[in-house]
């Protein structure tokens, strides 16, 4: 989750100085991507990075729909919802919490802290609202929205005062980015992306360490680790995979495959206690090395071209299982995204 209750988090908005960031594509200077306070810029930043590597990876995963890059927020999740719709301007609880710079909804216009009615045909008011905390409510609104993007190719959301904005998706990895504030780790499933606030404080809100970091975890995702270590897989050796995937992933996305090794060689240390490497980690020195050296295998298998293809060219770890089939790219449903109306 994003922002789990009792994180305290409107208590420190102004506290947490999160140095400003050159986004990709779309700066933060556009005017419907001014955060209101240092927390939501780093969600931002989180939903930008993860946009930008699951949308340039798209054409290589095996899970695949159309997205428009825009995470939701329910003012009830905070301890103090009343505090929450005044800070980021909502006239009800459900706003536009976060937007991938790059993505359709940013370029589309729509505002960030916009207050949502409705998604689709889903009215938010007919939502139960959530007991105080809880999360219910919030992921059922963004489930429709992601779920109505895959099957449409696109979305409408009605903002406060009636004025509708439909949003086209483009094709991305079946994967959601979440900024976590409850932990200090990071960590994926196959659906799910969570990269801790703490996390990225050490890599000092450095752009290519952020999706350094990320693509370690959006490996974990595209090659389904999740079914594989419930059937038994080693937890190391799929360590080591999403290590060396993440290069190729930050190759497709415009990062330097290097940032992999900068961001190892900054958080390693801090995570190594003692000199004593996690077992299903190993150690920092030995992962940069992997890294390193399946960057030189990556440059080599790519030749002359600009196009890292990991379904084909990528070795997996021995016993691992075969390399999820990449789907037919998906196609954008909606002829073009529709600017918002001012509020």
């Known amino acids: 989750m994003p922002r789990r209750p009792g994180r305290g988090r409107l208590a420190v908005l102004l506290a947490l100085a999160v140095p400003t960031?050159?986004?990709?594509?779309?700066?933060?200077?556009?005017?419907?991507?001014?955060?209101?306070?240092?927390?939501?810029?780093?969600?931002?930043?989180?939903?930008?990075?993860?946009?930008?590597?699951?949308?340039?990876?798209?054409?290589?995963?095996?899970?695949?729909?159309?997205?428009?890059?825009?995470?939701?927020?329910?003012?009830r999740?905070?301890?103090?919802?009343?505090?929450?719709?005044q800070v980021y301007g909502l006239s009800g609880d459900i706003g536009v919490a976060a937007?991938?710079?790059?993505?359709?909804?940013?370029?589309?216009?729509?505002?960030?802290?916009?207050?949502?009615?409705?998604?689709?045909?889903?009215?938010?008011?007919?939502?139960?609202?959530?007991?105080?905390g809880k999360w219910d409510r919030l992921f059922a609104v963004q489930d429709a929205l992601e779920q109505t993007v895959a099957r449409d190719g696109r979305v409408t959301l009605t903002l406060a005062g009636g004025h509708r904005v439909t949003l086209a998706g483009q094709p991305v990895c079946r994967v959601r980015f979440l900024m976590d504030d409850s932990t200090g780790n990071a960590g994926a499933n196959r659906d799910t992306v969570r990269i801790g606030r703490p996390m990225a404080e050490i890599a000092n809100w450095?752009?290519?360490?952020i999706a350094a970091l990320t693509a370690h975890e959006l490996a974990h995702a595209v090659l389904d680790h999740q079914t594989w270590l419930e059937h038994h897989g080693s937890a190391r050796k799929s360590e080591r995979e999403a290590d060396r995937l993440s290069v190729w992933l930050l190759q497709n996305a415009g990062y330097?495959?290097?940032?992999?090794?900068?961001?190892?060689?900054?958080m390693g240390p801090r995570y190594q206690v003692l000199f004593i490497a996690s077992p299903d980690h190993g150690s920092w020195q030995t992962r940069v090395r992997d890294m390193a050296a399946e960057i030189a295998t990556m440059k080599a298998a790519m030749g002359n071209?600009?196009?890292?293809?990991?379904?084909?060219?990528?070795?997996?770890?021995?016993?691992a299982p075969p390399m999820p089939v990449p789907a037919a790219p998906?196609?954008?449903?909606?002829?073009?995204?529709?600017?918002a109306q001012p509020r």
Do not use: Y
């Open 206 to 209: 450095d752009e290519a360490e």
């Open 99 to 132: 937007m991938a710079a790059d993505g359709p909804a940013a370029r589309a216009g729509l505002p960030l802290n916009a207050t949502v009615e409705a998604v689709g045909d889903l009215g938010v008011a007919s939502v139960p609202a959530p007991r105080p």
């Open 256 to 266: 330097d495959p290097a940032a992999a090794l900068t961001w190892m060689r900054r």
């Open 330 to 339: 998906a196609v954008d449903k909606a002829p073009m995204a529709q600017p």
């Open 21 to 75: 960031l050159t986004m990709p594509a779309v700066a933060l200077g556009q005017p419907t991507l001014q955060p209101a306070d240092d927390v939501q810029r780093g969600d931002i930043i989180v939903q930008s990075v993860g946009w930008t590597l699951a949308h340039a990876n798209a054409r290589f995963c095996a899970r695949v729909a159309p997205g428009v890059g825009v995470m939701l927020q329910d003012a």
């Open 77 to 85: 999740t905070f301890d103090d919802p009343a505090l929450a719709r």
């Open 305 to 319: 071209g600009t196009v890292a293809d990991w379904p084909r060219l990528f070795r997996r770890e021995e016993g």
